[in-house]
């Protein structure tokens, strides 16, 4: 290709860029901010409160309870069972529960789709684009792949626990503001964390 018309077209698409009004990869990160900061964790109205006490309440989930001793989380003392040493660094009071991912990464940001502006008027929004992506827990912790972890708790599995998915959200912007935020209804992310059923006949 002709040098000239190389650099000639590299600048017109610098410029269509530049000039396109899309939410840089920045924006897109800073409104899914709460999502990547969130854990993702194993939970339980069980884990509420540590040690876990109670001659009955051990007793209708002992299942549940082998199983985070499975996992090196917790150990027996006396009438009771306390965190070790692990599930110290695990536990989380206010998830109710051990995490396992600290956070989640989001990537593979792409803007498939920029809404017209006469499709937003009458409303207060300046811009509205749609805009793919992928969330992927950034660590994973061993302990959780514990057999019996993955088999007491509700819905789970290794693939489950590891995965990444893939999102088409709607975002948009107020007009007179500079920031983007989700305006997708449907757009809900729960991410990996899993559960434990505990008997109530422990009420």
């Known amino acids: 290709m002709n040098r000239n018309i190389f650099v000639a077209t590299t600048f017109s698409l610098v410029l269509y860029a530049c000039g396109s009004g899309n939410p840089s990869e920045n924006e897109i990160k800073s409104a899914l901010a709460e999502i990547a900061n969130r854990k993702g ?73 920029k809404e ?36 007491e708790a509700s819905n789970a599995s290794l693939e489950k626990i590891s995965a990444e998915e893939k999102y088409t959200v709607r975002f948009a912007k107020k007009a007179g503001e500079n920031d983007i935020f989700v305006a997708d209804p449907h757009f809900s992310f729960r991410g990996n964390s899993i559960h434990f059923n505990m008997s109530w006949s422990t009420f």
């Not at 009458?122 to 019996?148: D, H, R």
């Open 41 to 113: 964790c194993a939970t339980s109205v069980l884990f509420e409160e540590m040690p876990i006490k109670g001659e009955k309440r051990i007793r209708d989930n002992k299942k549940i309870i082998d199983a985070i001793v499975a996992a090196n989380l917790v150990k027996k003392s006396g009438n009771t069972y306390e965190l070790t040493d692990l599930g110290k660094s695990a536990y989380d009071a206010n998830y109710k529960g051990f995490c396992h991912t600290e956070g989640y990464n989001i990537k593979n940001i792409a803007v498939v789709k």
């Open 116 to 151: 017209d502006k006469r499709e937003l008027s009458g409303t207060p929004l300046s811009g509205a684009w749609y805009v793919s992506f992928t969330i992927a827990p950034s660590n994973v912790s061993e302990w959780v792949k514990t057999p019996q972890i993955l088999q």
